[in-house]
């Protein structure tokens, strides 16, 4: 099946800094989606990006399909940027299931 | 416009015993989808339903998991009797389109089987 691997695993910021995390999936893809699961635990959607670049205040987010990869860019990052960032591509076989990166942890230091 | 919603947001229960866990999609959001996070790993898709019907159940780790979706509303996940390692957050997700469609995810419930 296909693999979404995200890096880094974990990341530890001092707040201000900026930071990028990748996302690369072994496969086609129909969609790609980030998501910020804060610490209590909620997903919540950041962008819905199956190809382009988009942003949204602090964070931006770029997917280029044809080399499967997906970049997330955060600056200025604040401690309520925390918690785990989740990459999940929708597959273009095998039905419309989603599968998810294992996350990137992040930290924001005061 | 309200989001998808699920309940309980934690249970805790027995080894052996009975948990339903209930998601309401976003209105006129016909794909439903279940998900679970187990001991901080990831993200697994357990089933899809497409309104009342299921899609895609490839997911579902064992017959003790038993997930409804009467009328093509909202949904239910059975876990029948409860073991050690089904203890996680379950996600509910929703989309107006299985294809290419964008999924919202509920707040999550937890789950914790003592």
């Known amino acids: 099946g296909i693999q979404v691997e995200q890096s880094p695993p974990d990341l530890i910021l001092q707040e201000g800094a900026n930071s990028t995390l990748r996302c690369n999936f072994s496969d086609s893809v129909n969609n790609l989606q980030w998501f910020h699961q804060n610490p209590w635990g909620q997903l919540i959607n950041l962008f819905y990006?199956?190809?382009g670049t988009k942003q949204n205040g602090r964070l931006s987010a770029t997917t280029v399909a044809t080399e499967r990869y997906s970049l997330l860019y955060i600056s200025s990052s604040q401690t309520t940027d925390s918690g785990v960032y989740f990459c999940?591509?929708?597959?273009?076989?095998?039905?419309?299931?989603?599968?998810f990166g294992a996350g990137t942890r992040l930290f924001v230091k005061a | 416009e309200a989001g998808v919603t699920q309940f309980p947001s934690h249970s805790v229960i027995e080894k052996g015993q009975t948990v339903t866990l209930r998601c309401d999609p976003i209105s006129g959001h016909d794909n439903l989808y279940w998900y679970r996070r187990v001991m901080g790993k990831e993200i697994k898709f357990l089933l899809h339903f497409v309104k009342e019907s299921k899609q895609d159940e490839s997911g579902m780790p064992n017959n003790r998991f038993l997930a409804e979706r009467t009328g093509g509303t909202y949904s239910t996940l059975k876990v029948q009797p409860a073991e050690l390692e089904d203890s996680g957050v379950y996600f509910c997700?929703?989309?107006?389109?299985?294809?290419?469609?964008?999924?919202?995810f509920g707040e999550g419930s937890r789950l914790t089987v003592l």
């Open positions: 999940a591509v929708e597959m273009s076989t095998g039905g419309f299931k989603t599968i």
């Open positions: 997700a929703s989309s107006i389109q299985g294809f290419t469609g964008e999924l919202f």
């Open positions: 990006i199956p190809s």
